[in-house]
């Protein structure tokens, strides 16, 4: 089995920005927000707390009707202006882009037709600069890749091929970024090849989790849950550890493959 070794914190990042337990450095990043191209009406109170926790906001082409939608629906479309707009700009709407445009947000086109408008906003990270618009998408990134906390409000819920393509978005970057997905119902992120241990907020997280080899057939261990696997050979087409359950404040997991966690998210 894989020695390399990372520690995940999953929903702790919502709660322990201003810790000063050294334990949680990892939450300490600033978090980017990104707003898929979904609805919104029902991810009215993680939306509020992860708006304000958010260094950045990046709407994803789409993703800014959406917001736009929700601001008019909720009475808070001043509040809700983000940094910038990014994609290949084919969704956006005119009334939309007319508004936040007069909000003085960036409307940034990448016509790269070789990767998705949310590997896009990703990426558009590495450059942002708040004060020097004229980097982004510059020669040399001014960020580190793990500069941020990343988390993608929506992007497991609609379109199976949509869902589908953010799993891999997740499991592509998880070696170099920490990129969670949240929706109202689920926190999902890639978990790399090798020794991983989750953090877990019993009252947020779970209990029902599963443990999707979308790379193909691996080896898997793990503590912390109702039905551990030992070494296992674990796939889509064979063994699968779906409608799991959460037993402790902590899961390891060990696999020779990266792999996707996925629980139920029980945002209060």
């Known amino acids: 089995m894989p020695t390399d070794t990372k520690i995940h914190y999953g929903s702790n990042i919502l709660h322990f920005q ?3 337990n050294t334990d949680y450095e990892f939450t300490k990043k600033p978090i980017a927000l990104i707003i898929l191209n979904q609805p919104l ?16 906001k990046v709407c994803v082409d789409g993703g800014a009707n959406r917001l736009y939608d929700f601001g008019v ?3 808070c479309l001043d509040r809700l202006i983000p940094d910038v707009v ?3 700009l084919d969704s956006l709407l005119e009334k939309t882009s007319d508004y936040y445009k007069s909000k003085n947000v960036s409307i ?7 990767t998705t ?7 558009f990270l590495d450059y942002y600069d708040p004060n020097n618009q004229s980097s982004v998408f510059g020669d040399i990134p001014i960020k580190p890749k793990d500069y941020y906390n990343i988390i993608a409000l929506g992007g497991t819920t609609g379109r199976l091929d949509h869902i589908l393509h953010t799993l891999k978005v997740l499991q592509n970057t998880c070696k170099e970024r920490n990129v969670l997905s949240i929706s109202n119902e689920n926190l999902t992120f890639a978990i790399p090849k090798g020794v991983n241990t989750i953090h877990v907020q019993k009252e947020i997280d779970g209990p029902t989790c599963g443990i999707l080899p979308i790379s193909g057939e691996c080896e898997i261990s ?15 087409t064979g063994l699968l550890s779906s409608s799991n359950v959460i037993m402790g404040d902590v899961v390891s997991i060990t696999t020779t493959k990266d792999i996707i966690w996925t629980s139920e998210f029980n945002f209060k």
């Open 18 to 20: 201003d810790s000063n």
């Open 41 to 56: 009406n029902e991810s009215r109170r993680i939306l509020d707390k992860l708006w304000d926790l958010a260094e950045v």
């Open 73 to 75: 629906a909720f009475n």
């Open 86 to 88: 990014v994609g290949d």
């Open 108 to 114: 940034i086109k990448v016509g790269d037709q070789y």
């Open 117 to 123: 408008d949310f590997q896009k906003s990703i990426s």
């Open 222 to 236: 793990t503590t912390g849950l109702k039905w551990d696997l030992d070494n296992q050979l674990s796939s889509l």
